[in-house]
């Protein structure tokens, strides 16, 4: 789904639930579920494809390739966390262009050092704000119609009043978006809130602060991300179901629910193609 589409429902006053995929099975699990927008991580991304932590590992091939299999199997508006945008603003340019290519509908561009680590882990540091600037409106003269979610990680580095002049600064290079990473209070947040420009949170589900959507929406934020709730389901789901095959060598009574096979065919178009396949049999 296109960029316009994104922001048509942005211009709906419902406060938009973006949950975190890494593949496009989950995508299209997700889309089942009635969500209307989606997130590839930086660390789903990595987790799910790499299995490494969220330390850079992935360049921008592997992320425009994930971007391109997953706008190609579900049509749901795909955020796309391109980290610091792989190197410096003429990067940046080229990272906007390969991924609009691919389908994103909108791209979140930081202002971390490289290599880049986890928004929620110790040790990051940011760069200067002139060049943060600097690409963030580099990816707006680069882009044609997808949104950019310009993040500062300068909360944690440098402070709060620092980071909101961080963000007032990428709100004048042209994002449409703004992300300030990592607050741990809902009093940071509620400042953070009084930015002028419209506003995405990270929901990381282990906190803190530990706050509901709702709970953010009546603070004014416009997008709220889940990026890896999904993918710590599924590992730990995993995990159990494995457990239990190697110990009693049967999937029987697993102690997870596991999917009917049919599920799966369904899920994944199987009726629809083998229509097509008998519609198309014998033609030349």
Known sequence: ?????????????????????????????????????????????????????DLGFHGLADLAESTRRITSRCALPLIVDADTGFGNALNV??????????????????????PK????????????????AGKIAAAVAARRATLIIARTDALAVEGLEPALTRARAYAAAGADLIFVEAPLHRATLSTIATLPAPLVVNMVEAGPPTLSAAD??????????????????????????????HAAGTPAAAPVPLAPFADLNSLTGLDSLLADADRFKGTS
Do not use: N, W, Y
């Not at 680590?117 to 943060?132: D, F, M, Y």
């Not at 004014?220 to 991300?225: D, H, K, N, Q």
């Open 216 to 245: 953010v929406a009546a603070l004014g934020f416009r997008i709220a991300l889940f990026p890896v709730m999904a993918l710590r389901a599924q590992v730990a789901a995993a995990r159990a179901a494995l457990a239990h095959l």
């Open 93 to 114: 340019a080229d990272t906007v262009a390969r991924l609009e290519a691919t389908g994103a509908a909108a791209i979140v561009l930081e202002d971390q050092t490289a």
């Open 117 to 132: 680590r986890c928004g929620h882990l110790a040790g990051k540091s940011v760069i200067p704000l002139p060049e943060a």
């Open 1 to 53: 789904m296109s960029a316009a589409a994104l922001k048509a429902r942005l211009a709906d006053p419902r406060f938009l639930l973006a949950p975190g995929v890494a593949d496009p099975l989950t995508a299209l699990i997700a889309a089942e579920a009635g969500h209307q927008a989606l997130f590839l991580s930086g660390a789903g991304l990595s987790f799910a494809q790499f299995a490494r932590p």
